[in-house]
């Protein structure tokens, strides 16, 4: 309940002798009767947990409080309890202890302890349970026994450093979880690691020293708890050989001391494992030799496929080379050894970067077979902006002048005086030639020509061509300007959209079921047409749990490899209502089914339906087709 809600309780409790009026709450509330009676409903549902209470509405009267003195305590306790802990730290404290504590934690005692209802403690667990899949983790709860996370200890501790993920609000952050540990123990190692930095003389952002403090206090929290992460000696001594662990020994030598701790070498190999991933001052050597023989082999296979991939040549881009050489030893070190990190833009990547967020996705699922690793999309996220980089990059090289050709009948003198106006006043252009229209057909043939000015009207032609007088007047450059502009435009839809949705199956008014299923029933569709293998349907879904194919605005891409597919396609669901799609919800689904031989056709697609997810009324109107008829004249 909200702070007027919660006032307004207050007040029906203190009278509970008399009824109240509306009007006379509205007026101390500060708001209007609608509001009260809004608030009311709300109120009406919070006390069906309390079978004394009875809310009445006497017609005319006022509106009325029954409840017993037992639970009336119970609600004042509620009341003043929330005044200092929002709903946010409720849920951030019971994550934290289900995720230090050993022993389950019972519904009486978390309700009785956060003077909360039963039914808001175990949406607070269900709301936990589903943030804890992502670190494949458990909350397994038994009637009477009570509710226990269940998985591997490393895990655990990659949720406890993200613990402000529960929550929307962006002000939960590191130093709001430090404040769950005793301050005296926050403070001395906050300490210990800023002296440890200015001794061994690294600079790390604020963000990673925040990081290496939780994951201190964590580690010597479960310690006394005897959860201590079990190592194999092999990864225990492989540590021991690195300056990190020399670094980790001096950093905890007086924490042991003061806190008469004892921590085993395989924490101080963990805490090892941490400060390698900060790689303090970029460079590959701080990483040991098997770590980096197995980023350039990583490397090599990323750049190659997705050379082939998206045929463009990122090896000649040395800056791209560069950056992920210093960009890959971290992110291999921190999968090898199970450090988990959150990508902030993850989102943000997806929707902006549809096409090669999806390549980069497709070409890890290979690097993660040949190496037996799991390279997650948090990681392919910032892999993401180093390839896009590239891309405009090698782009911008790549950008030329437009091709011009001039046709003019007026003789070599007036021809080369049209050149020379054009040339002076537009600077985006290349004159190829000057012909007569004889020799068009002959030209046009022989050169790449974007379009063509002419002095006469001429024959169709398959580039753009605009009929300009050979002095180039005032209404000729405002005429050739317009031109211009509008040739840069590209359309929303093209028809290659179109065919491709022609040529496969959409379906419209789609009861709402589970985003697989969805998947499933399309790719089965285009199967049975033998326009996919049989296992398109199996592979799209595989590739759809490694990452979400969500791109905002209500629409979803999910796809499969292009061996998979025989003959290039789309298929179109669009849902009665939205349903759950990762983090979103997603009311149009286009499964992208394009073969290998058309694979220069799917950033342009992808782009396509980017663009589409940024305008509402679009996807509005692709929501309320009926049938294809109506779709065509949306994208048709």
């Not at 009477?144 to 929550?167: I, T, Y």
């Not at 003198?413 to 252009?429: D, P």
Request: glycine share 2%.
């Amino acid at each position: 309940m909200n702070e007027r809600q919660t006032n307004l309780i207050q007040k029906l409790l203190f009278h509970e002798a008399e009824p109240l009026r509306v009007q006379q709450l509205a007026d101390e509330l500060d708001c209007s009767e609608k509001t009260v009676r809004n608030d009311l409903k709300i109120i009406e549902k919070f006390l069906r947990e309390y079978s004394s209470a009875n809310l009445i509405r006497k017609p005319g009267i006022g509106v009325q409080l029954s409840i017993d003195e037992v639970e009336k305590k119970k609600i004042f306790n509620i009341l003043y309890q929330s005044e200092g802990n929002t709903e946010q730290d409720r849920l951030i404290e019971i994550g934290y202890r289900l995720l230090v504590e050993n022993k389950p934690l019972t519904l009486q005692n978390l309700t009785e302890h956060y003077f909360a209802t039963p039914s808001e403690i175990r949406n607070d667990l269900l709301m936990i349970s589903k943030w804890l899949h992502s670190f494949d983790l458990e909350v397994v709860s038994k009637q009477r026994l009570g509710s226990v996370v269940k998985g591997d200890e490393l895990d655990k501790r990659n949720a406890l450093a993200h613990l402000p993920e529960l929550v929307s609000d962006k002000s939960y952050s590191s130093e709001y979880i430090l404040q769950l540990f005793p301050k005296y123990e926050a403070r001395l190692v906050s300490r210990s690691i800023t002296r440890m930095l200015e001794q061994w003389n690294w600079e790390l952002s604020e963000e990673k020293v925040e990081s290496l403090i939780i994951h201190a206090l964590v580690m010597m929290k479960r310690t006394r708890q005897s959860s201590s992460i079990i190592l194999t000696p092999q990864e225990i001594h492989k540590a021991q050989q690195s300056k990190e662990y020399v670094m980790t020994e001096d950093f905890l030598a007086p924490i042991e001391t003061m806190m008469k701790l004892q921590l085993p070498d395989s924490e101080k190999t963990y805490f090892t494992w941490h400060l390698m991933s900060c790689n303090h001052n970029g460079l590959a050597d701080n990483f040991n030799s098997e770590t980096n023989q197995l980023t350039n082999k990583i490397l090599y296979q990323l750049t190659t496929q997705l050379q082939i991939m998206t045929m463009t040549d990122f090896r000649s881009d040395s800056i791209l080379m560069d950056g992920l050489k210093v960009h890959l030893p971290p992110t291999i070190h921190r999968v090898q050894y199970g450090l988990s990190i959150r990508n902030p833009m993850l989102y943000e990547i997806k929707k902006m970067y549809p096409y090669m967020f999806s390549m980069i996705v497709m070409a890890l699922e290979d690097v993660n077979k040949t190496y037996s690793i799991k390279i997650p999309e948090d990681e392919a996220a910032y892999l993401v902006l180093h390839f896009q980089a590239s891309i405009e990059r090698l782009q911008k090289k790549r950008e030329t002048k437009k091709r011009v050709l001039i046709v003019c009948e007026l003789g070599v003198g007036m021809s080369h005086l049209l050149q020379a106006k054009l040339e002076q006043s537009y600077k985006g252009m290349e004159i190829i030639a000057c012909i007569g229209v004889r020799d068009l057909d002959d030209m046009m043939q022989k050169q790449s020509i974007d379009f063509i000015l002419s002095t006469r009207e001429l024959d169709e032609q398959n580039v753009p061509h605009l009929v300009i007088s050979p002095l180039l007047k005032a209404e000729d450059r405002k005429k050739l300007d317009q031109f211009l502009q509008q040739s840069s435009q590209k359309p929303l839809f093209s028809n290659e959209l179109w065919e491709l949705l022609n040529n496969g199956a959409s379906h419209f008014r789609v009861e709402p079921m589970h985003k697989y299923e969805v998947i499933e029933m399309l790719g089965r569709d285009l199967a049975e047409r033998e326009l996919v293998t049989p296992t398109f349907p199996h592979r799209a879904v595989m590739r759809e749990r490694t990452s979400a194919t969500a791109i905002g605005g209500g629409i979803a891409i999910p796809h499969a490899p292009p061996e998979e597919v025989n003959e290039s396609c789309i298929a179109l669901a669009v849902m009665k209502e939205p349903i759950e799609w990762a983090n979103e919800r997603v009311s149009i689904i286009f499964l992208l089914a394009i073969a290998k031989q058309d694979q220069a056709k799917i950033r342009s697609l992808m782009h396509m339906i980017s663009r589409m997810s940024t305008k509402p009324e679009v996807v509005q109107q692709i929501i309320k087709a009926r049938h294809i008829k109506e779709l065509e004249q949306v994208i048709g």
